[in-house]
């Protein structure tokens, strides 16, 4: 608890050893020589000590011109009790409102601590090695391309390069992936990561703001400033509503006894007309009590901010409650092929047509893909086996979809597939093998073609059929590679629908086909990688990038970012937004239901103050449980 929520708790349990001996003696219980009016005075005491800051808040609003919110509900409800006579009720309600109170700001700030503590990445120091050895410092003082060490037990502070030792990692914080990774020198390692065996020494790669565990905390801090439609129809709501009730509370007290006198009807119950009137005020402030809307206010927001936080420490980022409520709406899921459903490791399984020694094709084409970051050009560079000499590159321009050209030794190289042969009016020689034909043109002619296979990730088929089970009934596949390599993956992956060689405009022309052809309230999501695809991914109703770690175009053009590779996760995630927007639903039914028949109880004048009070924080507490149950999203 913080100092605040004691010092409340404290005021709740002053006032309330105040209250009960004074609430005994007003009932009779306890008979007492005081007369009346010291009563009344007396329990003025417990009122203000457990009210005044809510009286204060009601009095602000009516000076700001903002009155209608809880605190002024409660201050006429309570106010206008203790004017009735009812000083018992009056000061009940407002010590249990505060019972309520305190309940939801532990409540509230438990599920932010377990959201913090999910996402424990935030690293506190670094191990800076200076001439006079290893010094203790801010992780935001160390520059780019300084030495740290980081012991066993310890987190990476800053992302980096293992220059020496090796280890594993634990980056389940990051990932929700349990499973430690191994890490060997000229590895790259991420912040927020636990080092669990070895001493590592990591030359840093970027400054602290830029690491991924700063990028990672500022995204989920701003998730949940991005409002849902639930949200923001709460907001909408409580504008209305407050104003509404308190109409109607008006309206109670003074039509109530106007129809009486009128008609007659039922004044017999009353000794005289006074009473009427008070009966009727009476009603209309337990009618306040009542309407009181904090269990929506509190809950909704609460559910959503949990279930962010309960995906975050599953390795999913949501950006925002609103992404979260329409995950919970997508039937059509668009994947990209590489990287997505396969790993992106291409093997080279064969090199042919080439003049060249293989050995020596591999180096050239190796050498004009040194500074892209497809998947395709990472493989090449790790099969040609060799330091790649960035110096011998120059002019080096990618097309998106087809391909790289550079100057390698000076003697122009273009790397990429028969689209961008066809652009360069090269005579290519077509391949019979399946596998991604990579065609090799060296001065403008064609020089041979490598053959590389890429594999299909061990759990893609799982996730197809987890995204049915989830009711997801569309699934396909878009890809620039050959029709012969997206039929095969397809095959494998259980999918039905492919599109091949399709350029990165092509891919976002489908998409904006397959939107056209969802029904309406149903949305659509695009699953990438985030390497040329973040058009399409800004173009979905949802975009998910996934294996984003350290991935910064992904991180940016993406509405839900997985961190691991792990394609069932895109069902996982599917899943948590159904469920805490099952929460939300539920709260919302329950409070407005229980409220609506208490609403009509109190009008019937069948409802006293304490039933209104225990109907108010009763079902508040009720709905922010039910809201932190979004925070257990494990074992979906
Ligand atoms: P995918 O849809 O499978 O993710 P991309 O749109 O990234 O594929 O690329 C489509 C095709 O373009 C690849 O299959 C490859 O033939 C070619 N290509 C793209 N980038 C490169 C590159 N850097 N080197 C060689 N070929 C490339
Ligand atoms: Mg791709």
Redesign the pocket.
Known sequence: MTKKQKKLLWRILAAAVLFVPLYLISEGVVVSPLPSWAVFLLFLAPYLLAGHDILRKAFLGIRNRQVFDENFLMAIATLGAIVLGEYGEGVAVMLLYQVGELFQSVAVGKSRRNISALMDIRPDYANLETEAGAERVDPDEVEIGSIIVVEPGEKIPLDGVVVEGSSSLNTSALTGESLPRDVQPGETVLSGSVNMTGVLRVRTTTAFEESTASKILDLVENAASRKSRSEAFITRFARYYTPVVCVGALALAVLGPVFIMFTGIGRAAYPGPGAIWSDWALRACTFLVISCPCALVISIPLSFFAGLGGASGQGILIKGSNYLEALSRVRTVVF?????L?R?NFAVTGVHHSPLEDQKLLEL?AH??CH?S????RS?RSACRQEIDPRRVSDVR???????LARVDGVEVA??????MRRLEIDAKPCSHTG???YVALGGTYSGHIVIEDEIKEYSREAMDSLRAAGVDRLVM?????ES??QKVAADTGLREYRA????GD?VACVEQLLSQCRSGQLLAFV??G???APVLSRADVGIAMGALGSDAAIEAADVVLMDDDPRKIARAIKISRKCLRIVRENIVFSLGVKGLCLVLAALGLANMWLAIAADVGVMILAVLNAIRCLFVKNL
Not at 336 to 340: A, H, I, L, N, P
Not at 374 to 377: A, F, G, Q
Not at 501 to 504: D, G, S, T, V, Y
């Open positions: 990209d092929k590489t990287g997505t396969t992106g084409a004009a893909e892209s497809h998947p395709i050009s090449l990618e097309i998106s979809g087809e391909g790289i790397v990429g597939n028969e689209k961008l991604t034909i990579v878009l890809t620039g590679d050959a390599v997206a060689r399709l350029l990165p891919k990438g990688d390497i040329n695809d």
